[in-house]
């Protein structure tokens, strides 16, 4: 496998340092993988999504490596037909964003009405396409998050006004634990890896999903 090592300017170093409070520079390790480009084409071409106020397409990221990005990302401001808001904006490639929209529709509105009794409002964005290490570690691999293929969540609100996080709701009463772990297992159906509070401590605070590839198939999951 040809990997090749990148330096990732200051300018990315400078939004990571505001973002995560860490160095000011980073460097990464990425290879080309053919498989992704592929995928997003196939997924634009299957007519998976169709633009809407909450769904919409945005010019082709890649700055400030070649190795980063998407032909044909997504912003994505609402899910579940503008019910639920995501906040900040995320930015994903094309394969997410169907993904997401299950996910909330199929797992964490019916875990807010079970578990919270109530309606789920929005969803916090802590992070998404972002050209750099995986957990910011220089010298790492190039994180999912590099391809937009990647998506973290820090807490979630309700229409009663209530907010769940992942920090307090994890260890926090019954009703926020329940809701926190069926929201999270069930991400496992929609996300190739799935990582929360229980994987490491960089976690604590949010779960990321992505659509990575995982082992010699390509078919692994990783959910912890
Ligand atoms: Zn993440």
């Not at 000011?24 to 997003?40: C, I, K, Y």
């Not at 190795?67 to 639920?84: H, T």
Request: glycine share 10%; with cysteine.
């Amino acid at each position: 496998m040809v990997y090749s090592r990148v330096r990732v300017g200051i300018a990315v170093g400078a939004a990571a340092l505001l973002m995560w409070g860490c160095g000011t520079s980073q460097n990464f390790v990425a290879r080309l993988e053919p498989w992704r480009a592929d995928e997003e084409k196939a997924c634009l071409n299957s007519g998976a999504i169709r633009e809407t106020p909450f769904v919409q397409v945005r010019s082709a990221l890649g700055a400030p490596s070649e190795y980063c990005g998407a032909s044909r990302p997504f912003e994505m401001s609402a899910a579940a037909q503008g019910r639920v808001s995501m906040k900040p904006t995320a930015l994903l490639r094309c394969p997410m964003v169907p993904a997401v929209e299950r996910w909330v529709q199929t797992v964490v509105e019916p875990a807010a009405r079970r578990y919270l009794g109530t309606e789920l409002a929005e969803l916090t964005v802590a992070g998404s396409y972002s050209c750099r290490p995986i957990n910011h570690v220089s010298g790492g691999r190039l994180s999912e998050h590099g391809h937009a293929n990647a998506l973290d969540i820090s807490q979630f609100r309700l229409l009663d006004g209530r907010v769940v996080t992942v920090k307090g709701g994890w260890h926090g009463d019954a009703r926020e634990r329940n809701f926190l772990r069926a929201v999270h297992d069930g991400a496992c159906q929609e996300f190739t890896t799935v990582l929360g509070p229980e994987h490491d401590a960089l976690h604590h605070d949010h779960f990321h999903l992505d659509l990575a590839r995982h082992g010699r198939d390509g078919f692994g999951r990783i959910c912890k």
